[in-house]
């Protein structure tokens, strides 16, 4: 039966590793989150509404995506100009900094949240000299920026580098000899070219913000209605034995980034046909 | 006059975006990282190994290792087997297999943890049948061997399928025909091919199953010395303002993590080499 399923092979060994495969995908994945969504039976449409549309859930939503999308865009723009360099001037270090954009990757969430604090507090490096400003970062909206902003700048410059290092050196060269300044060969030329590596950049960022919890709830202070992420919100409603209205979030929360990473994935396939058309 | 005041623009271009990546890469990262290290060791050798030989910081250490310990064999195991069946060979729904094993990584950190509070939790599916057998899933040890599981199955998987993709199956077919064995061909032909990738795969595993915060904090239930892994004991000790020891602990995860990324970067220079060698070789 398998045979008439897939192409057929020499190899040995479809079968059971298929089986394998599936089951364990299934009782690690897919069962368990499909609870989630099992749960919501236990919900009246009237309970849904009011466990999603709560006002203090509502000003943790627009806490939550207003600052992703802000460090989001905040990434993409350090985040162009970090692969830029990179990518086109050779300087000592060079190596080293290439290195360092995947610090926030490989460190623990935890770890890059009281890291952060201690930097952006009153009595930190940074922040210290900030206070004398009257500027307080820590345990305000800013400090939750700066950590989604740190979370997700890798995001940013891993996907812009190789659309930099493909671009056309010939066409940069042709437009030039046609007499175009270097601010017009920027924006005609350059930038069209890197539109969808910046789009994806940008929106895994975003959709890494709107998830993250570790490095965010040491440097937010975690009022309601004023620095309450909803991911906090949603261990708040579990500790208060809210089970259904923090499964309620959480299926919001999901379909959001869902819906994030389905748009990633019909941009990229509408480039490559794009790309393939062309060639 | 046009000219100097170009050449002048385009050697202050690159010195000025150098300088702004560079300072800009200090401030949002460098610091960060330096302030562990810097924090850990406030209170001189000392007062770091005093922190890291506490009782309850020990526990958390080996409760760590326990749940890496069992998570990234499983997970190092399933990538393996996943990527034979979804690599070397050719059927419907492909795309969609390696869609679903990515899914992990689309649910926040958070939900990853709910999901098993929901199955297992006292009002879960399975609460009141474990009660009658007076087993804890959720706020004990297997809650957190679970979520860990669960956050970090992708990893060894997701850096090897491309990868196979890549190199086909023509070598093991060749293999095949000259009459190797499947455990053969596996261990003598698709396992030196894919080394450099699946050490890389199952490190970044470790990483990852050590340092999950946000999963493992829904499930555990913060019991001191009893269910907290070394993220949650760094939230406990920095909520106590034990700073320095939250720091000491907070700079051995630091340290496992610069780690693996130096030895990323090593393993993919080797896969780099070694691609561009094969390609030499064939063409």
């Known amino acids: 039966m398998s045979s008439t399923f897939r192409r057929p092979s020499p190899l040995p060994g479809f079968a059971p590793t298929m089986a394998y495969t599936l089951v364990y995908l299934l009782l690690i994945v897919l069962l368990p989150l499909s609870s989630l969504f099992l749960q919501l039976g236990n919900l009246t ?46 300087f000592p270090g060079r190596d080293l900094l290439d290195a360092t954009i995947d610090i926030p990757f490989t460190l623990p969430t935890a770890v890059s949240g009281i890291a952060l604090t201690a ?39 891993r996907t812009l580098q190789p659309a930099i290092e493909e671009l056309d050196a010939e066409q940069e060269a042709a437009a ?39 490095s965010v709830v040491f440097i937010s202070g975690n009022m309601p209605f004023r620095t309450e992420i909803v991911s906090l919100l949603i261990v708040t409603k579990l500790e208060q034995y809210d089970t259904n209205g923090a499964a309620a979030i959480a299926v919001v929360m999901l379909g959001a980034s869902f819906l994030i990473l389905l748009a990633i994935n019909l941009l990229q396939q509408r480039v490559r046909r794009l790309l393939g058309s062309e060639g | 006059m046009s000219g100097t005041r170009r ?8 010195a000025l975006a150098i300088g702004l990546t560079v300072g800009g890469m200090i401030v949002l990262i460098a610091l960060p990282v330096a302030a562990i290290f810097v924090q850990a ?39 393996l087997v996943a990527s034979w069946a979804i690599a070397k060979f050719v059927f419907p729904g492909r795309e969609l297999l ?118 493992v904090s829904v499930v555990s239930g913060h019991v001191r010395g009893r269910t907290n892994t070394m993220p949650l004991h760094i939230e406990i000790l920095y909520n106590d303002y034990d700073v320095t020891a939250a720091f000491a602990i907070a700079s051995l995860l630091a340290l496992l993590g610069l780690v693996t990324l130096a030895v990323k970067r090593w393993t993919s220079r080797r896969t780099a080499s070694e691609l561009s060698l094969a390609g030499a070789t064939t063409s």
Request: with cysteine; aromatic share 14%.
């Open chain 1, 45 to 90: 449409w009237e309970s849904f509404r009011e466990a999603v549309f709560d006002a203090r859930v509502l000003a943790s939503y627009r806490l939550t995506f207003g600052l992703s999308a802000a460090a989001a865009l905040f990434d993409l723009v350090f985040g162009f100009l970090v692969a830029w360099t990179l990518v086109r001037y050779r």
């Open chain 1, 119 to 157: 930097i952006w507090a009153s009595n930190g490096w940074i922040g210290s000299w900030l206070d004398g400003f009257g500027i307080r970062v820590a345990y305000t909206s800013w400090g939750i920026f700066l950590a989604l902003a740190f979370i997700g700048l890798p995001f940013v410059v």
């Open chain 1, 176 to 214: 030039a000899g046609l007499g175009a300044g270097r601010f017009a060969i920027f924006a005609r030329v350059l930038l069209p070219a890197l539109v969808p590596a910046a789009v994806t950049g940008f929106a895994l960022a975003f959709a890494r913000g709107l998830g993250e919890y570790g």
């Open chain 2, 7 to 14: 050449q002048l623009g385009l050697r202050l271009g690159p």
């Open chain 2, 41 to 79: 060791l406030r209170d001189g050798i000392g007062g770091y190994s005093r922190a890291l030989a506490d009782p309850a910081a020990l526990h958390a250490i080996w409760l760590t290792c326990l749940a890496a310990g069992i998570a990234v064999p499983l997970n190092l195991v399933f990538g």
């Open chain 2, 98 to 215: 390696i869609s679903l094993i990515d899914l992990p990584f689309a649910v926040s950190p958070v939900i990853s943890g709910l999901i098993w509070v929901l199955v297992f939790g006292a009002r879960g599916w399975f609460g009141p049948w474990l009660d009658d057998w007076d087993v804890k899933v959720i706020f004990a040890v297997p809650g957190i061997v679970l979520a860990t599981l669960f956050v970090t199955f992708p990893f060894v998987a997701r850096e090897l399928i491309p990868l196979m993709l890549e190199q086909g199956a023509e070598e093991e077919i060749a293999a095949r025909s000259l009459g190797a064995g499947g455990w053969q061909i596996f261990r003598r032909i698709t396992l030196p091919n894919i080394r450099w990738a699946l050490l890389y795969g199952v490190l970044l595993c470790n990483a990852r199953a050590m340092g999950e915060f946000g999963a």
